[in-house]
């Protein structure tokens, strides 16, 4: 079982009322929103940080740091690959049987009628903050795929 997850401000989270995992790393409740039964594939697209990575282990929206969510998905079973890769043939052999594809608005893996053709169990298109247009909306709602933002997840990073 994979739980998908919404990263929101603490002081948002007396308006929800999905059950909560609080993170003391990042001072964020991660929200339950949907589960999916069974092992999954889950294919991160992020840019590579290089040293930024390293001098800063709370940057967690890289391809080093992985959303800091690797051993977490790993010890339930998923497998979870990271790659800086939105183009070229090494973001297309994960393709064909990924199940959720998680990407940055700002390193986007573009998503579009080919891609969705090719990626045959893709349950979920995931992106860490506002924006859809690397996604073929109209293609991803013939095909019922689902396509979720993380609305807020950047607004500190805006901020400072």
Not at 79 to 84: D, H, K, L
Not at 93 to 109: E, G, N, Q
Request: aromatic share 12%.
């Amino acid at each position: 079982m994979i739980w998908i997850i919404i990263l929101a401000h603490p002081a948002y989270y007396m308006t929800l009322k999905y059950s909560c995992i609080f993170c003391p790393l990042t001072f964020y409740f991660f929200y339950i929103l949907q589960a999916f039964l069974g092992p999954k594939k889950i294919v991160g697209v992020f840019y590579k940080a290089n040293e930024y990575a390293e001098m800063n282990h709370n940057f967690l929206g890289c391809a080093e740091n992985a959303l800091g969510i690797r051993e977490w998905l790993e010890s339930k079973g998923h497998q979870y690959i990271v790659t800086p890769e939105k183009e070229g043939p090494d973001c297309g052999t994960f393709i064909p049987d990924l199940h959720v594809l998680i990407s940055a608005p700002f390193h986007p893996a573009y998503v579009m009628t080919e891609r969705m053709k090719k990626a045959k169990n893709l349950q979920l298109l995931l992106t860490g903050g506002i924006g859809s247009d690397h996604v073929d909306l109209k293609a991803a709602t013939s095909t019922g795929l689902t396509v979720a933002e993380v609305t807020g997840s950047n607004t500190v990073s805006v901020a400072d």
